[in-house]
């Protein structure tokens, strides 16, 4: 005789923390490969650096006792985490049998394929926004707003029903939900509502800079590389850890335009944005070169051809062909060596040179189920249709780039 198995008894044995973890740590190259701290349990989050270094070198005599350059210290601080919320819905008739039992088999058979979306779709939220910002598609024509059809630039990361907003710079925020995609032709047909008809977005054109935003993101979404590093002038934040970027070297990453760029000078233009911030750098080796399949495959082209052909060396042992969504490559010339990681949720507009010991996100636990007062890792909702089940997983924290000076950001590409 066996005791009785209940919803949550199945909840907690097949669907385990490590599957989430595991599976969106080795499908995002940020969170697979910067350090991680998960103990921080919010609030302030202090980060010190140094605001300038004593300098007071003379020669021929003494530098005077009231004229000598101290160190100085900075007490910058990370206000609170960050939240991102995913949700899976299960309902309980797709888990009964026909005894009006929840059975473990009709359970592993619905799950499976949910867990598998739901990661992958969270993994792409987090690998956007903590690379290259809070929208997550630009609009590129804006022809056929009128009747809800948008083409966009990243038509791989929409889904139907997806909720979304969309917003430009004269305009305020709408909410939108996705009703069709053409992946053939980037167009994206958008509703007021889930399901609903078309909706006239005409409002928001390409000259403001239309752009796409996941549920919230706009005002709530982490904090990515390419805000920390960008100087305000060039599209970054002003400030970093509450202190102003221009007042301190040490919070100023190296900004170089990417204007220039093609897709027959882009090897050039890498090693020359290398030696740039090799030269500046206030320290560390920035040689991890983070950019889109983009520039990534022109990279790769410009190898097999002259004049290029022989100039870089590329052996097999180090390219890494990774099932997990990105490729790594390392080129070697007698300028350096670079280590080129292709991301798919990478932009084609920046390219970031990554000293890997100046990054870190901190978390509270890292991703978790959320779990109520009662123990239960799930909700339950009564409905006149029946009876559903609601489970949450967060994820807590802040990406940090602790020492922006030793990294940099080639920005502006065409």
Not at 15 to 23: D, H, I, S, T
Not at 41 to 62: D, E, N, R, T, Y
Not at 214 to 238: E, M, R, V
Not at 312 to 319: G, H, L, M, N
Request: proline share 2%; hydrophobic share 40%.
């Amino acid at each position: 005789m066996s005791t009785t198995r209940t919803f949550q008894a199945m909840l907690n044995e097949f669907l385990p923390n490590e599957l989430l973890m595991e599976e969106l740590i080795k499908r995002d190259w940020i969170l697979t490969n910067v350090e991680k701290n998960n103990s921080w349990k919010g609030g302030k989050l202090i980060v010190p650096f140094m605001g300038q270094q004593a300098s007071s070198v003379a020669f021929g005599s003494l530098t005077g006792s009231t004229d000598i350059a101290e160190y100085s210290y900075i007490r910058g601080s990370v206000d609170d985490y960050k939240e991102a919320w995913g949700s899976l819905i299960f309902n309980q008739r797709d888990l009964m049998d026909h005894s009006g039992r929840i059975k473990e088999d009709s359970f592993l058979k619905i799950l499976p394929d949910q867990i598998d979306q739901f990661i992958e779709y969270m993994k792409f939220v987090c690998s956007v926004q903590l690379g290259t910002g809070p929208h997550f598609a630009t609009v590129t024509d804006a022809t056929n707003a009128a009747t809800g059809i948008m083409i966009v630039d990243k038509v791989d990361r929409f889904s139907l029903a997806q909720k979304c907003q969309i917003d430009d710079d004269n305009s305020s925020p709408l909410t939108v939900y996705v009703i069709a995609i053409n992946v053939n032709t980037s167009a994206v047909t958008f509703s007021a509502t889930r399901g609903g008809a078309a909706v006239d977005i005409s409002a928001y054109t390409v000259a403001q800079n239309a752009k796409l935003y996941q549920d919230g993101a706009q005002s709530n979404s982490f904090s990515s590389l390419k805000d920390q590093l960008l100087s305000a002038a060039n599209g970054g934040s002003a400030t970093i850890f509450g202190q102003t970027k221009l007042s301190y070297p040490f919070l100023q990453a190296i900004n170089y335009s990417g204007a220039s760029v093609t897709t027959s000078n882009i090897l050039s233009q890498l090693f020359d944005f290398y030696t740039d911030v090799r030269k500046k750098a206030r320290g560390g080796k920035a040689d991890t070169f983070l950019m889109s399949y983009k520039w990534g495959g022109a990279c790769m082209k410009l190898m097999e051809t002259t004049p290029y052909q022989g100039q870089y060396q590329v052996s097999v042992a180090d390219r890494k062909a990774s099932v997990y969504g990105w490729d790594e490559i390392i080129i070697r010339s007698v300028k350096g060596t670079l280590k080129i990681v292709m991301i798919q949720e990478w932009d084609d507009t920046s390219i970031v040179a990554l000293d890997m010991s100046a990054v870190k996100f901190y978390s509270n636990g890292f991703f978790k189920k959320r779990k109520g007062p009662n123990g239960n890792e799930y909700f339950e909702v009564r409905n006149t249709t029946g009876y559903q089940y609601i489970v949450d997983t967060c994820l807590f924290g802040e990406l940090v780039v602790n020492k922006p000076g030793n990294c940099g950001i080639m920005y502006g590409i065409p």
